[in-house]
């Protein structure tokens, strides 16, 4: 079976809406792949299955890592890697060669980056050397330590020429998706109205071209997640619940029973 491909999800600006989900494991990719049209190995992965704070600890290693066993585990959606804070800010170069090792490392299809209007000149080096990247705009947690925090974008309806213009930016430089991630629903419509690639919005209303959350906040596993996740599952309370059983059955003894055991 091919994969879809960067041109298939770059033409599907305006239509049927784009499916994807986070995925870090070879598992839930595997279920994620038969659903969605494209997989993020997010970089919040650090935060998710590794405990951290915020993204920016999170070195490239672990993003091959978690890239490998997703793009084992997966056959047909296309498989996007991010490049960790520090892997691409310095200068097109340096963003070239870890993109490369990225993707030779993985063998994912494409790349992304957050940042707007300042990374366009890097987008455009990657794009003309065969690296499609897909371009993160709005709130940028990897740069959460400047913005004060995790804070919705936006709100402030000045700010709204300067994110427009980052949109633009980034999909004249060649950027073949765009994340737009929690900014107010007015500023969201506009820009996906503004680009003509599509917008995958997270935290972003439903005018986006696509929709994207982190695959344990809506399965219900980790912590409370932002007002912008719908929980469709309740895993935490799930493995809870069996861990539990698990352990009262060692306790008295009940596990392992006779069909557990080799005779
Ligand atoms: O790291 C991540 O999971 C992401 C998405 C939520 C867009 O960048
Ligand atoms: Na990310």
């Known amino acids: 079976v091919r994969r879809i491909?960067?041109?298939?999800?770059?033409?599907?600006?305006?239509?049927?809406?784009?499916?994807?989900?986070?995925?870090?494991?070879?598992h839930t990719a595997a279920i994620v792949d038969e659903h969605a049209d494209f997989i993020l190995v997010g970089d919040?992965?650090?935060?998710?299955?590794?405990?951290?704070?915020?993204?920016?600890?999170?070195?490239?290693?672990?993003?091959?890592?978690?890239?490998?066993?997703?793009?084992?585990?997966?056959?047909?959606?296309?498989?996007?890697?991010?490049?960790?804070?520090?892997?691409y800010e310095e200068s097109p170069n340096v963003a070239f060669r870890n993109a490369a090792t990225i993707m030779k490392e993985t063998q994912c299809g494409a790349v992304k980056l957050e940042g707007g209007a300042r990374m366009a000149e890097t987008i455009r080096f990657l794009t003309e050397r065969g690296i499609p990247v897909m371009a993160h705009i709005g709130l940028t947690p990897q740069s959460s330590h400047v913005m004060g925090g995790f804070k919705t974008q936006g709100r402030d309806e000045d700010s709204w020429p300067a994110h427009i213009a980052d949109a633009r930016a980034v999909a004249e430089a060649g950027a073949f998706a765009l994340v737009v991630e929690g900014v107010v629903e007015p500023l969201a419509r506009q820009i996906t109205e503004a680009v003509p690639i599509p917008t995958i919005g997270i935290g972003a209303s439903a005018d986006c071209d696509g929709q994207i959350l982190v695959l344990e906040d809506m399965l219900g596993l980790g912590s409370r997640p932002p007002k912008f996740v719908r929980v469709y599952g309740d895993l935490g309370a799930q493995i809870e619940a069996s861990v539990r059983r698990y352990a009262e059955d060692v306790r008295e003894r009940s596990f392992p029973g006779p069909d557990e055991t080799y005779r």
Not at 5 to 26: D, F, N, W
Not at 58 to 84: Q, S
């Open 5 to 26: 491909t960067v041109p298939q999800i770059a033409a599907r600006k305006g239509g049927t809406p784009i499916v994807s989900l986070t995925s870090y494991h070879a």
């Open 44 to 87: 919040s992965l650090g935060m998710v299955m590794h405990g951290m704070e915020t993204t920016v600890g999170v070195p490239i290693e672990l993003m091959i890592m978690h890239g490998r066993a997703v793009v084992r585990g997966t056959k047909r959606a296309l498989i996007v890697v991010d490049m960790p804070f520090g892997s």
